[in-house]
């Protein structure tokens, strides 16, 4: 009975991965979404979908519940709906029984009929309904049940996946309290962008839909395996400790949204965080956890984990494109009303992530008798839970009052914060400003950095309470104020410049796993938007304290060396005296206060900051190179298996592929570059195509070159023709240079040299003929001239320059000596038979008498055999210079035979006129005779 569970288990597990893994293939940048569907199916919950029309809401929920199917029946269990102004309560419920209301007076409804009968629902434009109608839907949604007085039918619906064209920061703004009740009641909310972050996201989605190798969803998933899936989640177990991790995670959340709604004014939080919120999240780490289980780690335990909680954001925020995309959705997008939802989706991702970083991570005990630490019990610690602390040694945390042999470390940095913060919160109490309790809390961020966060959102922490700081109008308070938000503007400067400097940038892939196009674009637009998130506000902080008189650094965003002294003189108040002394000296700005660097620092986070910033533009093209270089492996690796091995531009496929993509990134890549004045090492940008694919093509090509099967000679001017075109439509034309081109397709023609059958000796024009039909078809010499020209005009044409004759003659100086002699010796060995046969052929007819029979001199004269045979040579020497001198002597013997052939001619050409003139003078009389006129 347990196998065939297990077994069960294991099925419905796979199915469910495959079934949302072929979705996330068809519906691009959507993985959020489609995750949100997953844990709804789970967890028995419901999903709004919000976002302009025409995005694909309806289509992509279709594709969920409209294939979900019973086992039995072979048919989905679905009810669907459009919402309208005149949409009414039965149009949900079910068509109202008359019978029973004209006989007993008592209203009952058909509910199999209606959303009650079905096990999923599909809700389309569910916010145009009207308010009655979506309380009756809330309660149905959430009851799963339909209470009409005494009498309470139960239904079959789990899951109702919902639409809405309308965007959710204005619904809420325009009517909070009559749907954030609606909102709140539903687990998973999302928003679906109008445009893609990544173009070819869209190419493959045409691709999918109107290309001819589109594909239909096939991957089965029955109302049974989820069945099993949701006995899963009923079983899975969730420790107390990570239910206190939840509380923390979901109060850090909610003050962090208050202070950023009071830094901005355009911020609206999409989520309201009311108790029924908590529980459910707490319900939903078990989804999560079967939904791990089945789709990441089959191996783990039915028990919640500490990282599960980093997917509650799926609920806790207004999910869609993922973090990474939503900065290159707003960049792209003009629309202000979509550019607006954005940027609150983009700020509640930072604030989510920056509390969950946040949390104090505690782990159950090992041992159950081990007795607690008496400062956790102290602190209200679970017995048996070792706080994870970790130690920041940064100089600015040592000239705070630490040693290098402080025993307390961090920990002592952390109880002189919190007695700050205490001892400003009880003034803040005695004084009733809220100003004071700001600059508390502000100034415990700025001391309290841990090397554990994330640079960048630590540094949009900072600036943010530096705005709420300078925007909180408070008077007699001004100059601290200001002092402060300057303080922590630095601060935050200085958290980038040590994330930078200090960064461990993720490199490559593992090099035995495929890597597809796909994932090194989101490596590379994850990693790029996040450096670009750096750089920019990177500027807006040194606009700010530009702004207000102080300059942040030298250099190319500087203000000079005056600025970086006040830079160094602000690094953080000199303690609670300098504090005080701002209302006793409103002159002096108490947070420029001076203080030393610490003993013995040798990290200098205040040094060149450009050059820090170029640094790690530096090592971030390097990790994206590696990505990109596994990537290209891989589309060749597909790519030449597929081709047949005479296909020159299989390997350019696999590089049009790639390029397009790269060319985009190299464009964004040097936008950041302009941001930090340029690349690190100070020469020119070298293309980032070329530094991914340059070092990869010579080889790539010359095994193409290698794969040529030529049945014509001639074919392969063609082949290296389309050969350079294309490499010039990828700009990558100067990667492979001329004289490898030329010295791969010698090997090339090489390789069509065959063995010249025995032919009879030649006496007429038919044994002439059969000799040639057995030769090739081009000199080779003539071949490889003409590869030289096209090459050297598609080097012409990048440069701008007109062709000379002398980089002809250049172009045939460095080739491999062993193949230009098998080649030029292969040429001159074709003429040489040639000569041969014509040479024997006209013995042969001397000796008959004929001086020259007409077929001869047709391949004389007509055909000017002998011409072309001498021209062979002079070419086949110029481009074979190790065979000059022998193609010089065959030079020679055509000469001589040419001028033989001429001497006999012009002999038997005046016999016969002597001859006539001897007839003619016969026929009118005595005259002399030709020996006579001699």
């Known amino acids: 009975m347990t196998q065939r569970l297990d077994h069960r288990r294991a099925q419905a597990m796979r199915r469910f991965a495959e079934f949302f893994t072929e979705l996330k293939g068809t519906f691009r940048e959507r993985e959020d979404v489609l995750d949100q569907v997953a844990l709804a199916l789970l967890a028995r919950e419901h999903v709004l979908m919000t976002g302009p029309p025409g995005t694909a809401k309806s289509q992509l929920s279709s594709a969920v519940v409209g294939r979900i199917r019973c086992e039995q029946s072979g048919q989905p269990s679905l009810f669907s709906r459009q919402f309208t102004e005149s949409t009414v309560q039965t149009d949900l419920i079910g068509p109202v029984n008359f019978k029973t209301l004209t006989e007993t007076g008592r209203t009952e409804h058909f509910t199999d009929e209606g959303m009650l009968g079905a096990v999923h629902a599909f809700l389309d434009e569910v916010l145009d309904g009207r308010d009655m109608l979506l309380r009756s839907t809330l309660n ?44 709140d009641r539903i687990a998973f909310v999302n928003f679906v962008p109008r445009g893609f972050a990544r173009s070819e996201s869209l190419d493959a989605v045409l691709a999918g839909t109107v290309g001819k190798h589109r594909q239909p969803l096939r991957a089965p998933l029955s109302i049974q395996d989820l069945d099993v899936l949701q006995a899963m989640v009923e079983q899975v177990e969730v420790p107390a400790h990570v239910l206190t991790q939840l509380r923390e995670l979901v109060e850090s959340f909610e003050r962090e949204q208050r202070l950023a709604e009071r830094a901005d004014p355009h911020f609206v939080p999409t989520r309201y965080l009311s108790t029924r919120t908590v529980v459910r999240l707490g319900k939903l780490l078990r989804a999560i956890c079967v939904f791990d289980k089945a789709n990441h780690r089959p191996e783990r335990a039915l028990r919640v984990e500490l990282d599960d909680l980093g997917l509650l954001r799926l609920s806790l925020l207004l999910a869609g494109p993922r973090t990474a995309d939503i900065e290159a959705l707003i960049e792209r997008e003009s629309d202000p009303r979509e550019r607006r939802q954005l940027k609150v989706m983009a700020r509640e991702h930072e604030l ?52 290098d042999t402080d025993a307390e470390g961090t920990d002592g940095h952390a109880g002189a914060a919190h007695e700050a913060e205490r001892e400003a919160e009880r003034e803040a109490e005695r004084l009733g400003l809220q100003l004071v309790a700001e600059s508390a809390a ?91 998130g750096v750089l920019r506000l990177r500027e807006e902080l040194e606009a700010q304290l530009a702004a207000h008189g102080a300059a942040s650094h030298t250099g190319p ?46 990290f200098d986070p205040e040094g060149d900051d450009d050059r820090a910033f170029r640094a790690g533009l530096g090592r971030l093209r390097e990790a994206l190179r590696l990505w990109w270089d596994a990537a290209l492996r891989t589309r060749v690796q597909e790519t030449t298996g597929a081709a047949e091995r005479d296909d020159l531009g299989a390997v350019l496929d696999a590089l049009d592929t790639v390029r397009a993509p790269l060319d985009a990134l190299d464009h964004e890549l040097g936008a950041l570059e302009q941001m930090v004045g340029g690349a690190d090492d100070g020469g020119p940008r070298e293309a980032f195509g070329i530094t991914v694919a340059g070092p ?94 096209v090459l050297l005009e598609a080097e012409g044409l990048r440069e701008g320059a007109t062709l000379d004759p002398a980089d002809v003659a250049a172009c045939f100086e460095g080739q491999p000596e062993e193949t230009a002699r098998a080649l030029g010796r292969s040429d001159l060995d074709r003429v040489e038979r040639a000569m041969d046969a014509l040479e024997l052929w006209w013995t042969n007819a001397k000796g008959r008498g004929a001086v020259l029979p007409s077929e001869l ?21 110029q481009v074979f210079p190790a065979v000059r001198a022998e193609a010089s002597a065959l030079e020679q013997r055509i000469v001589a035979l040419k001028g033989a052939l001429s001497d006999a001619v012009a002999a038997h050409e005046r016999h016969q006129a002597e001859r006539a003139w001897d007839e003619l003078l016969a026929s009118i009389g005595d005259g002399p005779t030709a020996d006579e006129r001699r």
């Open 140 to 183: 149905v949604l959430e009851e799963r049940e339909l209470k009409q007085g005494t009498r309470v039918t139960k239904g079959a619906i789990e899951c109702a996946l919902m639409t809405s064209n309308r965007y959710l920061a204005e619904v809420l703004q325009d009517s909070r309290e009559t749907l954030l009740a609606f909102v």
């Open 352 to 403: 989510f992530a920056q509390c969950l970083r946040k949390l104090t991570l505690r782990q159950p005990s090992l041992d159950p008798t081990h007795p607690a630490h008496p400062a956790q019990e102290e602190h209200g610690a679970e017995p048996g839970t070792p706080r994870r602390t970790i130690r920041d040694t940064r100089p600015e945390f040592e000239a705070l009052g630490a040693t």
């Open 442 to 532: 502000a100034l415990r961020a700025g001391w309290l950095v841990s090397g554990a966060d994330d640079a960048l959102h630590v540094a949009r922490d900072l600036a943010a309470r530096a705005d709420a700081l300078t925007s909180t109008e408070a008077v007699g308070e001004a100059t601290s104020n200001t002092a402060l938000a300057r303080w922590l503007r630095r601060r935050a400067l200085r958290e980038l410049v040590v994330g930078v400097q200090m960064a461990n940038e993720p490199g490559g892939p593992s090099p035995s796993c495929p890597t597809s196009t796909e994932e090194a674009l989101r490596v590379s637009r994850e990693r790029i938007a996040r450096m670009q």
């Open 557 to 602: 965003h500087g203000a000079g060396s005056a600025g970086r002294d006040a830079a160094h003189a602000a690094r953080a108040p000199a303690g609670r005296d300098a504090a005080h002394a701002t209302r006793e000296s409103p002159g002096r700005d108490p947070w420029h206060a001076a203080r030393a660097p610490a003993s013995g620092a040798t």
């Open 696 to 789: 990869r093509l010579r080889p790539l090509v010359r095994a193409a070159y290698g794969r040529l099967q030529l049945a014509d000679r001639r074919a392969l001017v063609t082949r290296v023709r389309e050969l350079v075109t294309r490499l010039d439509k990828l700009t990558l034309g100067d990667a492979v240079g001329i004289d490898e081109h030329l010295a791969w397709a010698a090997e090339a023609l090489l390789r069509t040299e065959t063995r010249t059958p025995s032919i009879p000796p030649i006496t007429d024009l038919s044994g002439y003929r059969e000799l040639r039909r057995h030769e090739a078809n081009s000199a080779a010499s003539a071949v490889l001239a003409e590869v030289a020209l």
């Open 857 to 877: 001199s047709g391949v004389l004269l007509d055909e000017r055999a002998l011409q072309r045979f001498w021209l062979e040579c002079r070419l086949t020497g």
